[in-house]
């Protein structure tokens, strides 16, 4: 017989014979009322999980990830209030279902049903994903199996300090929130895991605001690996920064007193608190997985027959709140209702096409109160010296720090973090002086970690900023590109616009950088970038198009809420000459800051129709160092700079290229993998009887030294292929 089935007439035969588990009596300060309600939510919890694992069979439920043995939880819900924003672990039914009934007007069964049947009236990821998650409930749906939910949860709880300094337009968590984030004893061996808690005590020890509360649940077990025994405690209970406490979670009553306890901790100190709360797992890890496969049949039945509904069941008839008889009447009561509920949530319409997946790929637009940028007094002290300069041609990197100037003058919501963006100003300079022109709040040194710099920036984003967090260079990033993948791009995806994480990432990246790197600090890959749905990749080729770019990024973040990623070529920050030494060419004037370049314009110098040569960011200034030498050889050409990545800006670029017999692509990224090979693929679609070539780096890495460039395409490289091209 199935485990599940197995655990549900044990819990019919030992209720009705008074067989219940032994326990200390029930001792706190729960209520009646509530010891009630967080039974209901168990039960509801444990029929819930046998309704989805029926509906499996009969193939109208499609995932089973289950909660039972995780009752508990919604003891801790009950501790909380309703408004604290609530990142859950996917065993956490029990919690959002506990909250729900501090929310008028919600139906849990009903909303967790149409999940378990992928059908588009699910309130949360509209049949995307079974989840969990309810904006009511201010709980974000949480998709990730490990603990990449950490990170961002600590950015949330950073938020709620920050927003009492600097209130954003969209902020939505109270002043005196908390926030809760809970995960199992094996996901808190994962290194982002790791980073969070770091991160956490390493704020928390500044005396930095830090109002979050960590839950692990702890059932001993990841699926099939065991966790060592006392591990949890004994690696988390002397952390410093990070107050301890335990709860035995079978065991509503001890679970509601520590929880508040230390709820109550976090709320008035503001610092972070670790509960390890003891569970059990019943019926193996997920879907079909059957723990006496890997576990002593033995130990299987004395974990179930500890079960936590049993124990709830001693513990109210103990306490005089309710009998055996009238708990097994709710739970009797619970499984009609709930057979009754699937039965129609599995007749309501499921997702058919492409364009119904996708629809929330993109969130909504978001009204944002009108701005008039700032005053001219307001620009002159933040300025300063640097209004006369603007006059003059300046090098990439100034402009993008007079840009990012303009930007935060213009929208107090944004804020900026990494690691040196602060006093120091970033490795090349780029954030210098906006410490002082905006303070530390606004400008946020970071400790060491990637991970940590986009989870801040994801959380900070969930409480209404704008942030704009810094990544030092592109190869750094994927120590951290989960954080993009698997939380940033997918949060409106999987809750239907409603939750959102706008951004604009800023990377320095690239190659063709002189005398410092090797692969660490050149690297000219963009592949994982423009693989993941949603997000927007740009890179500018000069100092105008960044700050003009810069400001449409910002735009898509605030009123699109999109998730924005502008890679900033390294070599190019500090370039003034195109063709000779101090003809500074290649520099150029700050334009106005109400001057933008719109998602999907490119760039195009040159009418030729000879040749077209499609490129971006460094490859841009290659080709136009070529024009004299192609120009000699009698060809007339043109010079496309994309200027944005992903998604392609396809329409413009076909217009670019049209009335070009041929169409040369310049593509400083590798041969596999790289741009060159969908731009090849659409101008084989759209530009028939045009003939196409293209001139990548090699799949390599770079090397350190004289030899920085030479797996990469080079001015002569170009000259000769468009030579080729014609003759």
């Avoid at 991160?199 to 966790?227: H, R």
């Avoid at 120009?631 to 200027?643: E, L, N, S």
Wanted: charged fraction near 20%; hydrophobic fraction near 40%; charge should be neutral.
């Amino acid at each position: 017989m199935d485990r599940c089935e197995i655990v549900h007439e044990n819990f019919l035969r030992r209720v009705t014979a008074r067989d219940l588990p032994q326990g200390r009596p029930p001792a706190g300060p729960l209520s009646p009322e509530q010891a009630v309600q967080a039974f209901r939510a168990g039960c509801l919890t444990r029929v819930l999980d046998r309704q989805s694992r029926a509906m499996q069979r009969a193939g109208q439920g499609f995932y089973t990830i289950g909660s039972s043995g995780h009752e508990g939880l919604a003891a801790v819900s009950l501790a909380l209030r309703p408004t604290d924003m609530a990142f859950l672990h996917y065993r956490d039914a029990a919690f959002q279902i506990a909250r729900a009934g501090q929310v008028p007007g919600q139906n849990p069964a009903w909303d967790i049903l149409l999940s378990f049947a992928s059908s588009v009236d699910d309130p949360i990821s509209g049949g995307r994903h079974k989840v969990l998650g309810s904006h009511s409930l201010m709980i974000p749906p949480q998709t990730s199996t490990i603990a990449s939910h950490l990170p961002k949860a600590v950015g949330v709880a950073y938020s709620v300090g920050a927003a009492r300094r600097h209130r954003p337009e969209h902020a939505v968590l109270p002043e005196d929130a908390i926030v809760y984030c809970s995960f199992g004893d094996a996901s808190a061996n994962h290194s982002t895991a790791q980073g969070a808690f770091n991160t956490a005590q390493w704020t928390s020890y500044q005396s930095v605001p830090m109002p979050l509360l960590f839950v692990c649940e702890d059932n001993g077990i990841g699926i099939s690996t065991k966790t060592p025994k006392g591990w949890i405690e004994a690696t988390f209970s002397a952390r410093p920064g990070l107050k301890y406490f335990k709860a035995d979670g079978l065991d509503l009553y001890d679970t509601f007193r520590v929880a508040q306890e230390a709820a109550e901790y976090v709320r008035n100190r503001r610092k972070p608190a670790f509960l390890h709360l003891r569970t059990i797992r019943l019926y193996g890890h997920a879907g079909a997985d059957m723990p006496t496969t890997y576990l002593p049949k033995d130990e299987v039945e004395a974990e179930e027959a500890n079960d936590p509904l049993l124990h709830s069941v001693r513990l109210l008839d103990q306490a005089g709140v309710m009998s055996p008889d009238q708990a097994l009447a709710i739970y009797r009561e619970t499984l009609d209702r709930v057979a009754r509920v699937a039965a129609d949530a599995v007749k309501r319409p499921r997702l058919k096409t492409a364009a119904q997946v996708m629809a929330s790929l993109v969130p909504p637009r978001r009204e944002n109160r009108p701005t008039n940028g700032p005053t001219p007094e307001a620009r002159a002290e933040a300025f300063g010296g640097d209004l006369k300069a603007m006059d003059e041609p300046q090098i990439m990197s100034r402009i993008i720090n007079w840009a990012l100037t303009d930007l935060m003058l213009a929208h107090r919501e944004i804020v900026m973090m990494g690691e040196d963006v602060g006093r120091k100003g970033g490795v090349y300079g780029v954030t210098q002086k906006l410490t002082a022109r905006f303070g530390p709040d606004r400008m946020i040194d970071t400790l060491l970690d990637e991970q940590s710099i986009l989870g801040l920036a994801i959380g900070m984003a969930q409480n209404g900023f704008v942030p704009m967090p810094e990544i030092q260079f592109l190869a750094y990033l994927h120590n951290a590109e989960d954080q993009l993948r698997g939380e940033a791009a997918t949060l409106s995806f999987f809750s239907k616009g409603v939750f959102t994480n706008p951004m604009v990432l800023r990377i320095a990246g690239l190659g063709y950088q002189k005398g410092f790197g090797g692969h660490f600090h050149n690297d000219n890959s963009v592949a994982v970038l423009r693989d993941i749905p949603g997000v927007i990749l740009a890179v500018p080729s000069n100092g105008a198009d960044a700050a003009r770019m810069l400001r449409e990024c910002v735009r898509l973040a605030r009123e699109e809420q999109r998730v924005v990623v502008f890679l900033e070529p390294i070599a190019l920050y500090p370039m003034r000459d195109l063709h000779g030494e101090k003809d500074g060419l290649w520099m150029t004037r700050y334009p106005d800051p109400s001057e933008a370049i719109p998602l999907g314009e490119v760039g195009v110098t040159g009418d030729g129709t000879d040749l077209a040569i499609v490129t971006f960011g460094n490859g841009v200034y290659l080709s136009q160092q070529t024009l004299p030498g192609i120009k000699d050889a009698g060809i007339k050409a043109r010079i496309v700079d994309t200027r944005w990545l992903s998604p392609l800006p396809k329409a413009a670029l076909t217009k670019a290229v049209e009335g070009c017999k041929r169409i040369l692509i310049v593509d400083e990224t590798r041969h596999s993998g790289g741009v060159a090979e969908a731009l090849m693929a659409h101008f084989h679609e759209t530009a028939p009887g045009a003939k196409l070539a293209r001139i990548t780096a090699e799949d390599s890495f770079i090397a350190t030294g004289p030899a920085y460039a030479v797996t990469m395409p080079s001015s002569a490289d170009i000259i000769a292929a468009a030579k080729g091209m014609v003759a």
